[in-house]
């Protein structure tokens, strides 16, 4: 059974930062991507940013250069560090995986946690 387990969302004045976690839980499996969406009241899911499983990111281009993502390995975590948060941030964050069993890839999805930035 795997698990993703978020923390870290709340309520920030904009200008101010936040930093998101993702643990994922389980076994069997190794991990292709890991990354982070958001969908605003009214809007479509969309990606904030995304880590392959090399190191490389890429991030939506209203986020860069706010925003980062990070991996810890050994942890099995992601994070999400946004500094710089404007009121158009304010949403519901997702974290994703992919994950790799044998010949078949799996979509994993965090249960939600709200940010909210105040003006």
């Known amino acids: 059974q795997v698990q993703l387990v978020e923390s870290g ?3 920030v004045q904009a200008g101010g930062s936040l ?3 993702c643990a994922v839980s389980g076994s069997a499996f190794s991990i292709n991507t890991m990354g982070w969406y958001r969908q605003a009241p009214g809007k479509q899911r969309e990606l904030v940013a995304r880590i392959i499983g090399g190191g490389s990111a890429n991030y939506a281009d209203s986020v860069k250069c706010r925003f980062t993502i990070s991996r810890d390995n050994a942890k099995n975590t992601v994070y999400l560090q946004m500094n710089e948060l404007k009121p158009e941030d304010t949403a519901v964050y997702y974290c ?3 994950l790799q069993r044998g010949l078949v ?3 994993y999805w965090g249960q939600g946690t709200q940010v909210t930035v105040s003006s």
């Open 9 to 11: 969302g709340g309520l």
């Open 19 to 21: 930093r998101l976690s």
């Open 96 to 98: 994703n995986c992919n």
């Open 105 to 107: 890839a799996w979509d």
